[in-house]
């Protein structure tokens, strides 16, 4: 099947290199030696055909496909490092006397040649590495049968393989000023659930947003510029300079129409879960208000805080009243810039602090700020998880949890994408309506 000329979309086209590329080529990639400077030219010409699908530059760096908190695809290079590994561990803890002896001449063999390595000596010492460590670790426990040890190392070697390759990765990025800045993301993110799960059922184009613009790769002015295309980065709505930061967060014409808009997707997508976790249980004592026009959902009102618990003019984006326990959360929800989240919790806790403590010393109310933020990128950290998981008052939080965090970034990332192809018409044409994750 001809994948590269088939008409489907290239997030698609992804998904069957993952699901069937992969698996057809391990068979073949197993039973040949190839020389690690063939091996390269390989996965070079795979990952141009990625690159294309997911309409990255040619020259751009391929790290964000392989990378286990990118995309998360293995390249050709590593397959065939992990099954000579796998064949390796085999051998080692399976093997008989003459295929060990084989091994160790083609180990002698590879290690006196300069040119032409075919990858044994590097997986011999990984797989070595790691039967070392197995060792160690379960001195106790001399029960396994060879078949157990021989699955647990193989599984020791590919975590080992992947995580080595994940630094390597890192590292060459820290090195490219604009590409690189997408491991920063990382930083926050090492949770269970990964960014890529907020990319299914997107449209048509979200996809390749993400992607590109995790790496900074995409046809805003300030990249314009940089390639020679255009000589002004001069922003189409504001005369500012326009970068992603500013399409997607900074711009000040788009803060009263698009921004708002993206807010109140995310803000709606949060509000209703939250009154679905609290719906199914028995008490009735909890009263979700949001800052939302009632027509969009309800409970939607523009006075959150109750005027009989303390008159004020602040409105919290969504107010949790427990008259049980006579608690009051105030949550507050930011769509920033990935690397601005930390900022926008702390002017946000900030903003609201004076009315907590209003709230704890002026009424029967114990009052919490809970600030929750989404990176408009799709990005949630880990941070926000915890918080998010405080606010689930259900049991099987982590599923719960799991799923709303998906839902809370496709909504941020789908909205973005939305104001950044907007991002150099003067005119928003308004969405009807509010963006609905799926
Ligand atoms: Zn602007």
Redesign the pocket.
Same mark, same amino acid.
């Given at each position: 099947m001809n994948v590269d000329a088939s008409p489907v979309r290239g997030e698609y086209k992804c998904e069957i290199y993952r699901v069937y590329v992969q698996g057809a080529i391990r068979y073949l990639l197993t039973v040949h030696d190839v020389t690690r400077t063939h091996l390269r030219e390989l996965s070079h010409c795979v990952t141009q055909y990625l690159k294309r699908w997911t309409n990255m530059k040619k020259s751009s760096d391929p790290g964000i496909l392989y990378h286990s908190h990118g995309l998360g695809l293995t390249s050709v290079e590593q397959i065939y490092m992990q099954q000579h590994a796998n064949v390796i561990a085999t051998v080692l803890t399976a093997g008989d006397a003459s295929v060990k002896n084989a091994l160790e001449a083609k180990v002698e063999r590879e290690s006196s040649l300069s040119r032409k390595s075919t990858g044994t000596l590097e997986c011999h010492t990984v797989v070595e590495q790691s039967l070392a460590i197995l060792s160690n670790e379960e001195s106790q426990d001399n029960h396994e049968t060879p078949a157990q040890t021989k699955k647990k190392l193989c599984q020791t070697v590919k975590a080992r393989m992947q995580k080595e390759y994940d630094c390597k990765v890192e590292e060459h990025c820290s090195t490219l000023t604009v590409q690189g800045r997408w491991t920063e993301l990382l930083e926050a993110e090492r949770s269970d659930t990964s960014w890529r799960s907020s990319l299914s059922n997107a449209p048509r184009g979200v996809f390749e947003f993400a992607l590109n613009g995790m790496a900074n790769w995409l046809p805003t002015r300030d990249n314009l510029v940089r390639w020679g295309k255009l000589l002004s980065t001069k922003?189409p709505? *504001?005369k500012?300079h326009?970068s992603l930061r500013?399409v997607l967060n900074a *711009?000040?014409?788009?803060l009263t129409d698009r921004y708002t808009w993206r807010h109140n997707s995310v803000l709606k997508e949060l509000v209703t879960t939250l009154q679905r976790w609290h719906s199914t249980l028995e008490t009735s004592a909890v009263t979700i208000r949001c800052d939302l026009s009632p027509d969009v959902i309800e409970g939607g009102t523009h006075t959150t805080v109750p005027p009989d618990i303390l008159p004020t003019s602040l409105v919290p984006d969504i107010t949790v009243q427990n008259t049980a326990e006579q608690k009051l959360t105030l949550i507050e929800l930011t769509v920033p810039f990935e690397q601005n989240a930390q900022a926008a919790e702390d002017r946000k806790l900030a903003k609201y602090e004076h009315l907590k403590e209003e709230l704890n010393s002026h009424s029967d109310y114990s009052a919490t700020v809970v600030t929750i933020e989404v990176g408009s990128r799709g990005w949630v950290n880990s941070d926000n998880v915890k918080k998010l998981k405080s606010l689930c008052p259900v049991r099987k939080k982590d599923s719960e949890v799991r799923e709303l965090k998906r839902r809370l970034g496709h909504c941020a990332l789908c909205t973005s994408y939305a104001i950044y192809c907007a991002r150099n018409n003067p005119v928003w044409e308004s969405p009807s309506g509010l963006f609905s994750s799926r």
């Amino acid at each position: 099947m001809n994948v590269d000329a088939s008409p489907v979309r290239g997030e698609y086209k992804c998904e069957i290199y993952r699901v069937y590329v992969q698996g057809a080529i391990r068979y073949l990639l197993t039973v040949h030696d190839v020389t690690r400077t063939h091996l390269r030219e390989l996965s070079h010409c795979v990952t141009q055909y990625l690159k294309r699908w997911t309409n990255m530059k040619k020259s751009s760096d391929p790290g964000i496909l392989y990378h286990s908190h990118g995309l998360g695809l293995t390249s050709v290079e590593q397959i065939y490092m992990q099954q000579h590994a796998n064949v390796i561990a085999t051998v080692l803890t399976a093997g008989d006397a003459s295929v060990k002896n084989a091994l160790e001449a083609k180990v002698e063999r590879e290690s006196s040649l300069s040119r032409k390595s075919t990858g044994t000596l590097e997986c011999h010492t990984v797989v070595e590495q790691s039967l070392a460590i197995l060792s160690n670790e379960e001195s106790q426990d001399n029960h396994e049968t060879p078949a157990q040890t021989k699955k647990k190392l193989c599984q020791t070697v590919k975590a080992r393989m992947q995580k080595e390759y994940d630094c390597k990765v890192e590292e060459h990025c820290s090195t490219l000023t604009v590409q690189g800045r997408w491991t920063e993301l990382l930083e926050a993110e090492r949770s269970d659930t990964s960014w890529r799960s907020s990319l299914s059922n997107a449209p048509r184009g979200v996809f390749e947003f993400a992607l590109n613009g995790m790496a900074n790769w995409l046809p805003t002015r300030d990249n314009l510029v940089r390639w020679g295309k255009l000589l002004s980065t001069k922003c189409p709505l *504001c005369k500012g300079h326009q970068s992603l930061r500013h399409v997607l967060n900074a *711009c000040p014409v788009a803060l009263t129409d698009r921004y708002t808009w993206r807010h109140n997707s995310v803000l709606k997508e949060l509000v209703t879960t939250l009154q679905r976790w609290h719906s199914t249980l028995e008490t009735s004592a909890v009263t979700i208000r949001c800052d939302l026009s009632p027509d969009v959902i309800e409970g939607g009102t523009h006075t959150t805080v109750p005027p009989d618990i303390l008159p004020t003019s602040l409105v919290p984006d969504i107010t949790v009243q427990n008259t049980a326990e006579q608690k009051l959360t105030l949550i507050e929800l930011t769509v920033p810039f990935e690397q601005n989240a930390q900022a926008a919790e702390d002017r946000k806790l900030a903003k609201y602090e004076h009315l907590k403590e209003e709230l704890n010393s002026h009424s029967d109310y114990s009052a919490t700020v809970v600030t929750i933020e989404v990176g408009s990128r799709g990005w949630v950290n880990s941070d926000n998880v915890k918080k998010l998981k405080s606010l689930c008052p259900v049991r099987k939080k982590d599923s719960e949890v799991r799923e709303l965090k998906r839902r809370l970034g496709h909504c941020a990332l789908c909205t973005s994408y939305a104001i950044y192809c907007a991002r150099n018409n003067p005119v928003w044409e308004s969405p009807s309506g509010l963006f609905s994750s799926r």
